[in-house]
């Protein structure tokens, strides 16, 4: 009986071990819930998935009939739905490949019904950073082979894109009106990002992704390349839920039946294509005297694990140390996602129909689009990060002076404010199997 109630006891302490567990997990749940509710990071920079295709309900099978010559004769749609998980909003296009001249294929969507004819010489730019120009954003070079681009007669090259254009296109309503994002300079000042911001207030307004849209969309080309390109809103505090578009892919076989088949297998992929970026804000200790013995709010010598950041590409460590005159930050990314990394300056060749190969230098790269702490810019070693293509990670440091921080006399918390631009490509395979039935 004694043994009896021992076991009793032991079983009570476990299942009372157990709820406390599950009380606190639950409790912990609620909290993080209501955080997440009040528009805590906790709900938009997690994850590590950007901009996701899908199909749906795809066909299988495409029922092929000789006799039947009519418009709409031995065609299949794949209906496309192209979803922004991240926190980024993102510019980029969805393409279908593995048909050949045996078939014809039309895009439908937002800018209506179309062939998938490519033009001869479609007009695309190039560009690439290298470094921080005005307003501590990164500078270009630019080629777009002296087309489509306003030359000065001093050299200089104005690129631009209005976001009210944008939202025209694509019915979007996230943009804030009247601004402009262009590349300007030449010369022998270089070339850099211009933002005009028309009045609407001051930079808050075009993190999560909005100047690398306005870039882009005025120099990378994904419509005349077969792509069904797009502007999709993230999942971030100004507009609370990621947006999503659709693509109806119709195919159909035009060519005589080949002899001595029944049945035809047609593998295929439907390959994404977008311009990402990563918005990074980790609290940091500021400490002007750092060797001091008073005691502190916060400790200027650290590691910061991190998770995600509601995107592909995430920082995943943050160390920190103070040498009583600069602050210095190592930064560690990673490629947490699916996909492969694209430099955003070649993103068009990402389309399986781009009429040059594609060379290893223009993946795995990732850029510095700015980067601030306590509203200055932090003076990093490189903005121009290439990843390691075995472990697809990479370190940088950026530095921050101490010198107008001495100031305040004692250590305080900042926030910093870091946005990583890129370029992504993810793919799904299908196949389509083509019966013939007369």
């Known amino acids: 009986m004694k043994a009896f109630f021992t076991a009793k006891r032991k079983f009570l302490f476990l299942a009372l071990l157990l709820l406390i567990a599950v009380s606190v997990s639950a409790c912990d749940r609620y909290e993080r819930g209501r955080a997440c509710a009040e528009g805590a990071d906790c709900r938009y920079y997690t994850g590590s998935e950007g901009v996701v295709s899908y199909l749906e309900r795809p066909p299988r099978t495409l029922a092929y009939y000789s006799s039947d010559t009519g418009p709409d004769a031995n065609m299949v749609e794949l209906s496309v739905r192209t979803v922004n998980r991240g926190a980024s909003h993102s510019y980029g296009a969805v393409f279908l490949t593995g048909f050949g001249p045996t078939f014809d294929v039309w895009i439908s969507d937002e800018r209506g019904e179309r062939p998938l004819n490519l033009r001869a010489n479609p007009q695309h730019c190039t560009f690439d950073f290298f470094g921080i120009g005005t307003g501590s954003f990164p500078s270009f070079r630019v080629d777009c082979g002296g087309i489509g681009v306003e030359r000065t007669p001093r050299g200089t090259i104005n690129i631009g894109a209005a976001f009210d254009e944008i939202a025209r296109t694509f019915g979007v309503d996230f943009l804030p009106s009247g601004v402009r994002v262009g590349i300007t300079g030449g010369g022998d000042a270089g070339f ?69 088949r029944d049945t035809i297998e047609i593998p295929y992929n439907i390959k994404t294509c977008y311009a990402y970026t990563t918005f990074v804000s980790p609290e940091i200790c500021v400490d002007p005297r750092p060797f001091s013995a008073e005691e502190k709010v916060c400790r200027a010598e650290q590691t910061i694990s991190m998770g995600t950041q509601g995107a592909p590409i995430a920082v995943t460590e943050v160390r920190q140390s103070n040498t009583g005159r600069e602050v210095i930050l190592e930064f560690t990314i990673r490629n947490v996602g699916r996909g492969t990394v694209w430099d955003v300056g070649y993103l068009e060749r990402c389309s399986p129909y781009f009429p040059d190969t594609p060379r290893a230098s223009m993946k795995n790269v990732v850029y510095v689009g700015f980067a601030q702490l306590d509203g200055r810019p932090l003076e990093c070693d490189r903005y121009t990060l290439r990843l390691d293509p075995n472990t697809e990670s990479q370190r940088f440091q950026c530095r921050y002076p101490l010198d107008e921080s001495a100031l305040v006399g004692s250590a305080y918390v900042s926030p910093l404010r870091m946005e990583l631009w890129y370029g992504y490509e993810e793919t799904i395979r299908s196949s389509l199997s083509v019966r013939r039935y007369n």
């Open 192 to 260: 850099a990002i211009n933002v005009d911001l028309g009045g609407v207030g001051g930079m808050d307004l075009l993190v999560h992704g909005k100047i690398l849209v306005g870039l882009v969309y005025d120099v990378l080309n994904f419509y005349d390349f077969g792509g069904s390109d797009f502007v999709i809103a993230g999942e971030n505090p100004e507009t609370l839920v990621g947006g999503e578009k659709y693509t109806n892919f119709l195919v159909q076989m035009q060519h005589p039946w080949p002899a001595g």
